[in-house]
T-cell receptor, first 116, second 109 residues
Framework: EAGVVQSPRYKIIEKKQPVAFWCNPI?????LYWYLQNLGQGPELLIR????????DSQLPKDRFSAERLKGVDSTLKIQPAELGDSAVYLC??????????????FGPGTRLLVL | DAKTTQPNSMESNEEEPVHLPCNHS???????IHWYRQLPSQGPEYVIH???SNVNNRMASLAIAEDRKSSTLILHRATLRDAAVYYC??????????FGTGTRLQVFP
């Protein structure tokens, strides 16, 4: 079974440029998450989708970050414009979304972003 | 959200058992204790979870203290592939994962 797919794996851009990350979750998973991981830190949740609906976007910096999950499957996370401090790893995860406190999340390999 | 305390780093030799501790003294009665690990340049992966009883799976064992204020992840025979950052995470019914900084495990041949 294919895992969570993310692309690109690496991205280098200049500050003020836009950038987009794509995620394809595990087939059948209703819930999709985007996390940000800074060097030496654990991942931090940016946004959570249940099907097409963003149910928790409280940590998403909405002035420059946006996300969408069309048709409740693939998702795109965008940053416009990127800043130097956005350099980090962006992780996508998915889960069935039914098991509550026993739910297991499956993570993709992440996209490593470097803003110059 | 419950706070966790884990050692920053631990070391082990290959084929020896490893006991990774976690303190979660503010855990609520219904929170499950999840462990994830993150290998270098990869996303986190699920290891094991439990509520009150000790749990075993093919990857590891989880020993939960009777008062649930701490738990220990046990790798019975460490391999070089077990070198990773291990995260202990109390999870409520919102199934939200709040990662700390975890324990970096080094395994020596």
């Amino acid at each position: 079974e294919a895992g969570v797919v993310q692309s690109p794996r690496y991205k280098i851009i200049e500050k003020k440029q836009p950038v987009a990350f794509w995620c394809n979750p595990i087939s059948g998973h209703n819930t999709l998450y985007w996390y940000l991981q800074n060097l030496g830190q654990g991942p931090e949740l940016l946004i959570r989708y249940e099907n097409e609906e963003a149910v928790d976007d409280s940590q998403l910096p909405k002035d420059r970050f946006s996300a969408e999950r069309l048709k409740g499957v693939d998702s795109t996370l965008k940053i416009q414009p990127a800043e130097l401090g956005d350099s980090a790893v962006y992780l996508c995860a998915s889960s069935f979304g039914l098991a509550g406190e026993e739910e297991t999340q499956y993570f993709g390999p992440g996209t490593r972003l470097l803003v110059l | 959200d419950a706070k966790t305390t884990q050692p920053n780093s631990m070391e082990s030799n290959e084929e020896e058992p490893v006991h990774l501790p976690c303190n979660h003294s503010t855990i609520s009665g219904t929170d499950y204790i999840h462990w994830y690990r993150q290998l270098p340049s990869q996303g986190p992966e699920y290891v094991i979870h439990g509520l009150t009883s000790n749990v075993n799976n093919r990857m590891a064992s989880l020993a939960i203290a009777e008062d649930r204020k701490s738990s220990t992840l046990i790798l019975h025979r460490a391999t070089l592939r077990d070198a990773a950052v291990y995260y202990c995470i109390p999870v409520s019914n919102t199934d939200k994962l709040i990662f700390g900084t975890g324990t970096r495990l080094q395994v020596f041949p």
